[in-house]
Nanobody
């Protein structure tokens, strides 16, 4: 699986952005997808994940109620709708694909990573 993230940019606090992650390969509909982010000087942190069918998702407390993950298996794409953005959301966002569902960085690592897309939220 190859992943290509897009949609990052500069937005004012309180604004919205939608990230997309397009996947290649035939196994997209069978893997869990998610997003991590890494702010300058900080470790990469879990943001959200979604099961293969798209019927269930999990969110970090810091984004719960503001971010929404979704997926379109027909388009091999996962989305991250980010609303009510805060300056502390500024980070490089990475999409991830993993055979097993995850709600944090798994001990065995993530199977596939996309290149990051930068989100900058100005105050």
């Amino acid at each position: 699986v190859q992943l290509q993230a897009s949609g990052g940019g500069l937005v004012q606090a309180g604004g919205s952005l939608r990230l997309s992650c397009a996947a290649s390969g035939r196994t997209f509909s069978s893997v869990s997808m998610g997003w991590f982010r890494q702010a300058p000087g900080k470790e990469r942190e879990f943001v959200t994940s979604i099961i293969p069918t798209g019927r269930s998702a999990y969110y970090a407390d810091s984004v719960k109620g503001r971010f929404t993950i979704s997926r379109d298996n027909a388009k091999n794409t996962v989305y991250l709708q980010m609303d009510s953005l805060k300056p502390e959301d500024t980070a490089v966002y990475y999409c991830a694909a993993n055979a097993a569902f995850f709600i944090r960085y798994p001990p065995g690592g993530i199977d596939y990573w996309g290149k990051g897309t930068l989100v900058t939220v100005s105050s």
